[in-house]
Nanobody, 116 residues
Framework: QVQLVESGGGLVQAGGSLRLSCAASGRTFSNDLMGWFRQSPGKEREFVAHISWSGGTLYYADSVKGRFTISRDIAKNTVYLQMNSLKPEDTAVYLC?????????WGQGTQVTVSS
């Protein structure tokens, strides 16, 4: 069982930056994938980025490549999403996901709003 708690969302102007955090508790493994997804009203949930705890797997959606950076702090069991050059279309609820031994876990989400 893995529990996930996101934080760091908020309101920012276009061009600004935010850093999201996802604190994981429970048993995790080096091959577990930690990811960020986002969902805005009327749209399907969209993959943003993921990383393995080992750091060997790293992948970004094309829409955020070059602007967002995912990273992890193993000692703190925390995954981060640094978001730069934010655009109004990045506005969404950002959710943390853990994939561990075939099981998928979700956090409650954190709202990111980018004003133009």
């Amino acid at each position: 069982q893995v529990q996930l708690v996101e934080s760091g969302g908020g309101l920012v102007q276009a061009g600004g930056s935010l850093r999201l955090s996802c604190a994981a508790s429970g048993r995790t493994f080096s091959n577990d994938l930690m990811g960020w997804f986002r969902q805005s009203p009327g749209k399907e949930r969209e993959f943003v980025a993921h990383i393995s705890w080992s750091g060997g797997t790293l992948y970004y959606a094309d829409s955020v490549k070059g602007r967002f950076t995912i990273s992890r702090d193993i000692a703190k069991n925390t995954v981060y999403l640094q978001m730069n050059s934010l655009k109004p279309e990045d506005t969404a609820v950002y959710l943390c996901q853990a994939t561990s031994r075939g099981n998928v876990y979700w956090g409650q989400g954190t709202q990111v709003t980018v004003s133009s």
